[in-house]
């Protein structure tokens, strides 16, 4: 709390003095010490492909085996992988910041809610659900699910990961772009800024007068709509930001 409060006045004065809103993206780099391999980094491909070709509608219907196989790995891999330094640093934040914030993941690993972060969005879907093709039902998931699975409400064998894939509209679209407009700050983390439209979000909080920071390994797609940029592992930059 009150080093969270000193740090935030030091390097936002305004922003801290007013119980400013706070929006925060994250991306698969956040994830990265943990363990779960990022998309587009060396070894971030998709089983030998390039995850805009596979990651689609049209590869679940071509392919659907392939698809449940790669998202059944990723889901059974969960228990294995723990929250690092930067989620709990989010968690943190979220618990003690007396303004509005929002955790915006790409993710769809489940260590922000395990690090205990409650104000939280999964833009692109979560392992741990599952959603009807058929009826568009959303129901939490673990274990494999194969092609084929029955859906509880509505009865079809049409379970399927779900996922945002590319062509797919993200999810809380609009709740995401209300706290975009009204936010103070905006902060990304981790994240390659390759996929839209989260890689806009920068340039909507900047255009409605938030100040902009980037905590990231390396420059992203977009570094240059940022006001500031601070390059590193996310298990540092993030404590250092928050605590
Ligand atoms: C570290 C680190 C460490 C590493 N510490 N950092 C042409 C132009 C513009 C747009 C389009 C276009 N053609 C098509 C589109 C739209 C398309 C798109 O953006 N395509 C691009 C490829 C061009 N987007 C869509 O289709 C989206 N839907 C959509 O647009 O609907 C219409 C719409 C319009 C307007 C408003 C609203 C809607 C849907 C996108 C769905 C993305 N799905 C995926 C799969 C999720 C499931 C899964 O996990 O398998 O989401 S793809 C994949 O990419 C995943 C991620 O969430 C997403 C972003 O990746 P991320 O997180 O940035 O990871 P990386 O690997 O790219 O980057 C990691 C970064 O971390 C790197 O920078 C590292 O340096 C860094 N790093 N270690 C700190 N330790
Ligand atoms: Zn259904």
């Known amino acids: 709390g009150v080093g969270l409060a000193s740090a935030a006045r030091r390097l936002y004065p305004d922003v801290m003095d007013q119980h400013g809103a706070i929006v925060v993206l994250t991306g698969a780099g956040i994830s990265a010490e943990s363990g779960i391999a990022t998309f587009r980094g060396p070894g971030g491909l998709w089983e030998g492909h390039r995850v805009e070709d596979v990651c689609t509608p049209q590869a679940l219907t071509a392919d659907p085996a392939l698809v ?3 998202y059944d790995g990723r889901r059974a891999a969960l228990p294995d992988v723990r929250p690092n330094p930067a989620h709990e640093s989010l968690a943190r934040l979220d618990r003690a910041w007396p303004g509005d914030v929002l955790i915006v993941t790409q993710n769809v690993d489940d260590l922000h809610e395990r ?6 969005l999964h833009m692109h879907g979560a392992l741990t659900s ?3 093709a058929a009826c568009g039902a959303r129901a939490p998931h673990a274990g494999p699910l194969p092609p084929g699975s029955r859906c509880d409400a509505c009865g079809a064998a049409a379970l399927r990961p779900d ?3 590319f062509g797919e509209y993200p999810y809380e679209m609009e709740r995401i772009e209300a706290a975009l407009a009204a936010c ?8 390659s800024g390759a996929v839209y439209p989260a890689a ?3 340039a909507l909080a900047a255009a409605y007068g938030a100040r902009t920071l980037e905590l990231n390994l390396e420059p992203s797609a977009g570094s240059d709509r940022f006001d500031e940029t601070r390059l590193g592992p996310a298990s540092r930059l993030v404590p250092e930001w928050v605590d």
């Open 200 to 202: 806009g979000f920068v």
């Open 184 to 191: 103070d700050l905006f902060v990304s983390i981790g994240t």
């Open 68 to 70: 449940h196989r790669f």
């Open 163 to 165: 996922i945002v894939f």
């Open 130 to 132: 599952a959603l009807c």
């Open 115 to 120: 690090a205990g972060t409650r104000r939280l």
